[in-house]
């Protein structure tokens, strides 16, 4: 099915190891985003890409790297884990709508557990 | 920076009563305004949304939503909740920049 596909599901980590989350998606989006989602606290964007070849820093960038490698693939990196990192990703995509206005498109999310 | 507001962090209906979630941004002109739905588990999944014209919007599952401009707000509302309507729901706005921001949710509960 076309959508947004993000790897890996689940991932176990100890403080201060680094990992890369992929995500892809098939719809031809300009946009791709990354967010984290923990409790109580909502969706907070991490970084963005409006196109390929742009990146740009969300509310809550510190601790994180990402690389927007084609169209289709938007990944995000921790170089040194940390246990505040510990939490729900989810990658996302938008394309143009008809009025100009986007929506977005959502992956099934990580679950990433930094001991 | 926009900032969304969803005041009630828990909510619990009786199945069949009626709904409504709030939603109030900070925004200088009028955003997109979204609201989303996450099952447990799962990913979100889009309900309504709103960019101009008529202030009120059907969505999916029979939810609808009203934008007040003078309010500042995108409550949803669904007259009937069934129980399988239990989730957490999300407000988002775009604020025409293609950056997306969310309230942290509203979790519903449906008692038989």
């Known amino acids: 099915n076309a959508g947004v596909t993000q790897t890996p599901k689940f991932q176990v980590l100890k403080t201060g190891q680094s990992m890369t989350l992929q995500c892809a998606q098939d719809?031809?989006?300009?946009?791709m985003y990354w967010y984290r989602q923990d409790p109580g606290m909502g969706l907070r964007l991490i970084y963005y890409?409006?196109?390929?070849?742009?990146?740009d820093k969300g509310e809550v960038p510190n601790g994180y790297n990402v690389s927007r490698l084609n169209k289709r693939e938007f990944s995000l990196r921790l170089e040194s884990a940390a246990p505040s990192q510990t939490s729900v990703y989810f990658c996302?995509?938008?394309?143009?709508?008809?009025?100009?206005?986007?929506?977005?498109?959502f992956g099934a999310g990580s679950r990433l557990t930094v001991l | 920076a926009q900032s969304v507001t969803q005041p009630d962090i828990h909510i619990t209906v009786s199945e069949g009563a009626s709904l409504e979630l709030r939603c109030n941004y900070s925004?200088?002109?009028?955003?997109?305004l979204f609201w989303y739905v996450q099952s447990p588990g799962q990913g979100l999944q889009l309900l309504l949304k709103?960019?101009?014209?008529?202030?009120l919007v059907q969505g999916i599952k029979g939810f609808e939503a009203e934008f007040k401009r003078s309010q500042s707000s995108f409550n949803l509302r669904k007259p009937s909740v069934h129980w399988s309507d239990a989730a957490e729901y999300f407000c988002?706005?775009?604020?025409?920049?293609?950056?997306?921001?969310f309230g942290s949710g509203t979790k519903l509960n449906v008692k038989p």
């Open positions: 996302a995509s938008s394309g143009s709508g008809g009025t100009g206005a986007n929506v977005l498109t």
């Open positions: 719809m031809n989006h300009n946009s």
């Open positions: 890409s409006a196109s390929e070849g742009t990146t």
């Open positions: 925004y200088g002109a009028t955003p997109y």
């Open positions: 709103y960019f101009s014209g008529d202030t």
């Open positions: 988002a706005v775009d604020d025409n920049f293609n950056k997306f921001y």
